[in-house]
DNA sequence: CTGATACCCTACCGCTGAGGTAGGCTTTAA
DNA sequence: TTAAAGCCTACCTCAGCGGTAGGGTATCAG
């Protein structure tokens, strides 16, 4: 397993969102029972997204979460990251800021990583998946709810 | 991070004993201060690829680990999943030996997964990545020694 | 104004697996 | 026969995953 259930709850949620339309704020309490999660752990989980800019929260009564954007909008590239930090195959490959991939390795100069291209090869894969895929492409064609009423 | 530093430290090893040539055993003990390793947990790991007929053992003085086969034959998808296990995105991704893609939470034939369409085009863009790129060619152009004498 | 609702934040906790160590056994070349 | 190497089992430590607990705060209904 290489993404944990952050990843997999967090995409859960998010799709739960996109199904309702997004008219007015769904309650977590809701989707967790929906999806069967436990909601103190969900909120954990929900706060990243909403640190992210994915998702927005009313509070108070009647309150909620609502997608911040339409779901065409959003890539699973977003959702993932805000949910799991930067993706790296491995711990030696990260991409700076700036997209540079460095590895831990090569601080002796002459001992250039062998393995960098594979890795870096895997994670290009990962994070063009990611990127290619839209929230909206993962809303179930049967709604419980009537997309547009 | 999403492979440990078994698929890491393997596929160091494995690029280590490509770069010799293979014509005669390499004892661990020298890859493990070539890499700079600990020597101990790297017979775990090579343990794996042997077991998966990734390299062959010479027991006894003047042993060591040879490829079992040429470098352009040897795949990373074979290599990291012998060090790692099965290929999965996510807990919930498994693909049976038959190849079917099964998802834990689908055990409700009304709840079909809306999230399997992503994390199964994820695992396809990894696998793809691992078998398209073979040991060849991560071996250094810049040989320890002569490949081909 | 007063609940009730629901988001928000911090702290904690058990457990698993990663990463590594230790030590003894077996095989083989010199 | 001894040293070099692989082989095997057991063990250890620790970070982070998955989850819980509980109090605080904004908001709406009546």
Redesign the pocket.
């Known amino acids: 397993m290489m993404f ?3 990843a997999e709850y967090g995409v859960r949620v998010m799709v739960d969102l996109a199904r309702r339309g997004g008219a007015e704020p769904v ?3 809701e989707i967790a029972e929906a999806e069967g999660l ?1 909601l ?2 969900l ?2 989980l ?2 990243r997204l ?1 640190r992210a800019g994915l998702v927005e ?9 609502l997608l911040a954007r339409e779901p065409a909008q959003i890539t699973m590239a977003e959702v993932v990251e805000a949910l799991e930090g930067r993706i790296a195959p491995i711990e030696c490959i990260s991409s700076s800021p700036d997209g540079t991939i460095s590895c831990v390795r090569e601080s002796d100069p002459a001992h250039i990583c062998t393995t960098k291209v594979l890795w870096t090869r895997v994670r290009a894969a990962i994070v063009q998946t990611l990127q290619e895929t839209t929230l909206a492409e993962l809303i179930p064609a049967t709604p419980k709810k009537a997309v547009a009423a």
Chains 1, 2 share one sequence.
């Open positions: 944990s259930t952050k309650a977590l309490a436990p103190a752990y909120e954990h929900v706060a909403r929260s009313r509070r108070g009564a009647h309150g909620g979460y």
